[in-house]
């Protein structure tokens, strides 16, 4: 009888990390989250994801315009720098 036991706390004892390592795996995983069900979003949560959506797309249209505006300013800041360089046009001749 002590044959049997020993070889009921061996198969035991081995059992316990492998179960642990099935549990842990990715193939577990897969399984406990197709039990759990689908996951289902508060109509809460989808509005607030589509206003930041908008106001992602809002920031991105901004940032475009002030890339426009800085990128005009520095022409008009050449074309200052430049007219004393520049020589002017002669006086239109009367005849």
Known sequence: ???IALVVVLVVVLMIPILGILIDS?????????LEGPESTPAA????????????????D???????LEEEHQFLQR?????????????????
């Not at 074309?79 to 005849?95: F, I």
């Open 26 to 34: 990715p193939l577990a995983r897969a399984l406990a989250r197709r």
């Open 62 to 68: 901004l940032t475009r315009s002030v890339r426009t």
């Open 45 to 60: 949560m989808t509005q607030l994801a589509r206003k930041v959506e908008l106001l992602e797309a809002e920031v991105d």
């Open 1 to 3: 009888m002590s044959t």
């Open 79 to 95: 074309l200052l720098a430049e007219s004393p360089r520049r020589s002017t046009l002669p006086p239109p001749e009367t005849s």
